[in-house]
């Protein structure tokens, strides 16, 4: 069982815009403005999309944005894309060292 | 561009001692901004960080308790390449692991994951 909480599983048809939840505690998500999101295609390295709760890293599309709410954090995609199918994660940093994941969100493209 | 190539055996036994290596390039595992980490990913246990190690005048390690006592994740600056040794390894073990750069604002707090390397397919079994 993952720290924190994701839903296993979002779809939406191109063109469309989605949002993946993470829910995190008030010693992690709730406390840091810490959390970053990652996509995952199997078999090849995770790729940071988002750090620091909403900033984009050079590269990534403006489609992606993150914010957060009290102890969760979301992730939304806009303009949904066939490439933008794979595999999301959250991570946020927990009160005394520790990082932790969500056990993530497998986005299926209609 | 910095890269991480990871290496490292794909088979262990049970009881035995897991060790992965992760070769840098582009950065210097004694960068005194970043640190570097440990991950895994496995069905069961979802990602799970491992720890990891970093340069502020001297080197620190943390790890969580899940792995303490079992775990250790060592610099070589001769090489630029990051270790992981996790000892009395199970099947529990059994997971991709990552090798990935800490990094965030400031070097006293360090919060995402950029880059990640590969992943390597550890499977522990007899």
């Known amino acids: 069982q993952s720290a924190l909480t994701q839903p296993a599983s979002v779809s939406g048809s191109p063109g469309q815009s989605i949002t993946i939840s993470c829910i995190g505690a008030s010693s992690d998500v709730g406390a840091y403005n810490f959390v970053s999101w990652y996509q995952h295609y199997p078999g090849k390295a995770p790729k940071l999309m988002i750090y620091d709760v909403r900033n984009r890293p050079p590269g990534v599309s403006n489609r992606f944005s993150g914010s957060k709410s009290g102890n969760t954090a979301s992730l939304t995609i806009s303009g949904l894309q066939a490439e933008d199918e794979a595999d999301y994660y959250c991570s946020s940093y927990r009160t005394g060292g520790l990082w932790l994941f969500g056990g993530g969100t497998k986005l299926t493209v209609l | 561009q910095v890269q991480l190539q990871q290496s490292g055996p794909g088979l262990v036994e049970p009881s035995q001692t897991l060790t992965l290596t992760c070769d840098i390039s582009?950065?210097?595992?004694?960068?005194?901004?970043?640190?570097w980490s440990w991950i895994r990913q496995s069905p069961s246990r979802g990602l799970e960080w491992l720890g990891r190690?970093?340069?502020?005048?001297?080197?620190?390690?943390d790890y969580p308790a899940s792995v303490k006592g079992r775990i250790i994740i060592n610099p070589d600056t001769s090489k630029n390449q990051l270790s992981l040794q996790l000892s009395s390894v199970s099947p529990e073990d059994t997971a991709i692991y990552y090798c990935?750069?800490?990094?965030?604002?400031?070097?006293?707090?360090?919060?995402?994951?950029?880059?990640w390397g590969q992943g390597t397919l550890v499977t522990v079994s007899s």
């Open positions: 582009g950065d210097s595992v004694s960068n005194n901004t970043a640190g």
């Open positions: 190690t970093y340069y502020r005048s001297r080197w620190y390690n």
């Open positions: 990935a750069r800490l990094v965030g604002m400031s070097a006293s707090m360090l919060a995402w994951f950029d880059p």
